[in-house]
């Protein structure tokens, strides 16, 4: 099984900034890639940020120059740093992880998700 956990969240006020991580454990043969989604009350989950193992990147249009997604490949931790965070990102984050189980076997995994807040 793999496990995915997520730190970072919390409350802050608009312009300020707040960083995410998440790492994943367990029978990890490769991570192929991790990111981000988020979930806003009454709307459905997006993609915020994503990254391949070989550090390739995509954001959503809304979060683009604002936030930055990283990864850690020895740690399979995957970051997202926000900037310049408004009330509208405010939502419960999610981590994603598309990892291969062996040479054959690829699963996608979730975290639990952590609370964004950001007050006006």
């Known amino acids: 099984q793999v496990q995915l956990v997520e730190s970072g969240g919390g409350l802050v006020q608009a312009g300020g900034s707040l960083k995410l991580s998440c790492a994943a454990s367990?029978?990890?043969?490769?991570?192929?890639?991790m990111g981000w989604y988020r979930q806003a009350p009454g709307k459905q989950r997006e993609l915020v940020a994503g990254?391949?193992?070989?550090?390739?990147?995509n954001y959503a249009a809304s979060v683009k120059g604002r936030f930055t997604v990283s990864g850690d490949n020895a740690k399979n931790t995957v970051y997202l740093q926000m900037n310049s965070l408004q009330p509208e990102d405010t939502a419960v984050y999610y981590c994603?992880?598309?990892?291969?189980?062996?040479?054959?076997?690829?699963?996608?995994?979730w975290g639990q998700g952590t609370q964004v807040t950001v007050s006006s």
């Open positions: 367990g029978s990890i043969f490769s991570i192929v890639a």
């Open positions: 994603n992880a598309d990892a291969l189980r062996s040479l054959t076997y690829r699963e996608n995994y």
């Open positions: 990254i391949t193992r070989g550090g390739s990147t």
